[in-house]
């Protein structure tokens, strides 16, 4: 068994995606905990936003670089998360090359760097791993259902590869590395432009525009706030010793899109209704997370229902989208729009 290397409680974590929606809570969670924290981010759909508060934290350092090159931090890691890869469909169907790119070459160059330091790592991987399940709930021993040649092959193989290289390195006995699955997870700094289902849903409704569904809206997802997921990916990494399997972390509770349109239509008082759209090709028509492993391996489960994480969450992008409680601006929603019409759409 492999055992961990960077034993401290509060030694320097490396977070790759750190800038971006989850990665900056997560780098918020570490130096509240006393660890130091270093970020690389891109920015490619990161934000320098989410970390400017960070900025002259005494425990902070950002390292603004792509990982698909070697990333070479001034000081010994003992923690290594990575969560940098586009991640929302729109976004990491942009530069589909890329976003294999990141997760084969940029996992790999985090790996490496994990081996020479003997750090721990944590590969955030996907519930996009399952595909468009056959199987449900999606436990971590169903291996899924991925078109390889679809639109969602580069991050969903992308993700999958990653996987392949951790549990490699681990198998040999070279790196720490642990995989968490992450299911949709939602809450505030998600990007009002990200083409997601609840950023999408929450601007437009503040806007005043119809909300899109994509197909019928009797697609079901199951959707953490983002808190929680924060606390499950920390767990997976101090957990002694190495599960040594990945763990699915999401909210259990299942919601067709409708469910959650109404949810949004109720809260906010300046929504305009529903849109109907084609569904995008490959859209998975059932996803939940069997999150017995996590509960048993690191006594974690979620606690903010959706209700109340939906209801913080609209309220951080009333006070944060450009016009306040009335709604983005117009740039703002034109981009937004313009993001979510990539070619993704049969
Ligand atoms: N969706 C939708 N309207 C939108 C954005 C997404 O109906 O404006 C649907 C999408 O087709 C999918 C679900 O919502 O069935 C979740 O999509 P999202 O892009 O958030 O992530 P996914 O879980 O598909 O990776």
């Known amino acids: 068994m492999l ?28 130096l509240a905990r006393g660890h130091r924290v270093i970020c690389v981010d891109s920015y490619l759909t990161g934000s320098e936003t989410n970390v400017r508060p960070l900025m002259n934290h ?3 350092r950002m390292i603004e670089q792509d990982i698909c090159d070697r990333v070479v931090p001034e000081e010994p890691v003992d923690y290594i998360y990575n969560l940098a890869c586009a991640a929302s469909p729109p976004q990491y169907q942009a530069d589909p090359m890329h976003t294999m790119m990141t997760c084969v070459v940029g996992t790999g160059n985090l790996l490496t760097l994990a081996e020479e330091q003997g750090a721990s790592f944590l590969q955030a991987s996907t519930s996009e791993v399952y595909g468009d399940p056959e199987e449900h709930p999606q436990r971590e021993d169903y291996r899924g259902n991925v ?3 679809g639109p969602r092959a580069c991050y969903d193989e992308g993700k999958r590869a990653a996987e392949a290289l951790c549990f490699d390195l681990l198998r040999a006995g070279r790196v720490d590395a642990r ?5 949709n997870t939602y809450g505030p700094r998600m990007q009002p432009n990200d ?16 909300m899109t569904i994509y197909g019928t809206g009797e697609q079901t997802r199951s959707f953490c706030y983002v808190s929680d997921l924060v606390e499950g990916l920390i767990r997976l990494m101090m957990v002694s010793p190495n599960p040594e ?12 899109i409708n469910e959650l349109a109404q949810m949004v239509l109720v809260m906010v008082p300046s929504a ?27 006594d974690w489960e979620p606690a903010v ?36 019409h990539t070619s993704m759409r049969v």
Do not use: Y
């Open 3 to 30: 055992q961990r290397m960077g034993s401290k409680q509060s030694g320097t974590a490396l977070v790759a995606g750190g800038a971006g929606f989850v990665g900056s809570h997560l780098c918020d969670a570490l």
């Open 58 to 60: 005494p425990g902070f």
């Open 147 to 149: 078109n390889c040649t």
């Open 179 to 183: 995989v968490a699955r992450i299911f």
């Open 195 to 210: 083409g997601r289902i609840v950023s999408n849903l929450i601007v437009q409704a503040l806007s005043g525009k119809p």
């Open 245 to 256: 399997v990945p763990v699915n972390l999401g909210n259990p509770g299942e919601f067709t």
């Open 272 to 298: 305009a209704g529903l849109t109907r759209h084609p569904l995008p090709m490959d859209d998975p028509q059932r996803r939940r997370p069997d999150i017995s492993r996590a509960k048993d391996l690191l």
């Open 305 to 340: 229902p959706l209700a109340e994480g939906l209801q913080q969450t609209v309220d951080w992008f009333a006070d944060s989208l450009p016009t306040g409680a009335g709604g983005p601006s117009p740039a703002v929603f034109a981009e937004n729009t313009a993001t979510a």
